[in-house]
């Protein structure tokens, strides 16, 4: 298996875990937080001082994340439901 599909099952693990049964369409406020605690959480683990966590995170995770998004966007028809 290549790393690229590795990387993708250890996402969907994540997010399965993140979820725990709770509805994306109901619960996705609790959803959200429990996402915001895991990636602060990785982001210390990966750069103990804060501000560097920080930094990472809007110098490379947040342009990561909306490059994912944008991609994705392009290639999928757009749903009323969010």
Do not use: C
Not at 70 to 82: F, G, K
Request: net charge negative; charged share 25%.
């Amino acid at each position: 298996m290549s790393e690229a599909k590795k990387d993708t099952a250890r996402a969907t693990a994540a997010a399965k875990e993140i979820f725990d049964g709770r509805s994306p369409k109901q619960d996705w406020s609790s959803v959200l937080v429990t996402t915001e605690h895991a990636v602060a959480t990785v982001l210390l683990a990966l750069f103990p001082d804060p501000r560097k966590a920080a930094e990472m995170l809007n110098e490379g995770l947040v342009p990561g994340i909306e490059a994912r998004l944008s991609r994705y966007s392009a290639s999928h028809t757009p749903s009323s439901e969010v």
